[in-house]
């Protein structure tokens, strides 16, 4: 996790996500898999990238089902960027900065 990441969980997804001032882009990934690993060096940088204007959360699918199964998310990594508690951008699997930054950048002014 990078400096300017936070862990999330379905216990405190609704106040530090949904309930959140500033946009969230949470990072749905799990340790075994390899695609969120390459993914995380990119999230971190947009984080730091974005600070002050965006917050970055990681949750951990194998620890957070129904928080999945809520959003419907199938496979993973999936980037969801949360924005006055509504989904309002999503990136799933490995994609490069500059195709992650074209989704988020339209719900970041």
Known sequence: MGAKTFNVNEADFKSE????????LVDFWAEWCGPCKMVAPIVDEIATEYDGKLRVAKM???ENQNVLMQYGIMGIPTLILFKGGE???RVV???????ILRELKPHLS
């Open 87 to 89: 989904a309002v951008a």
């Open 93 to 99: 699997g490995f994609k490069p900065k500059d195709n």
């Open 60 to 62: 951990d699918a194998d």
């Open 17 to 24: 996500v949904l309930d959140s001032e500033t946009p969230v």
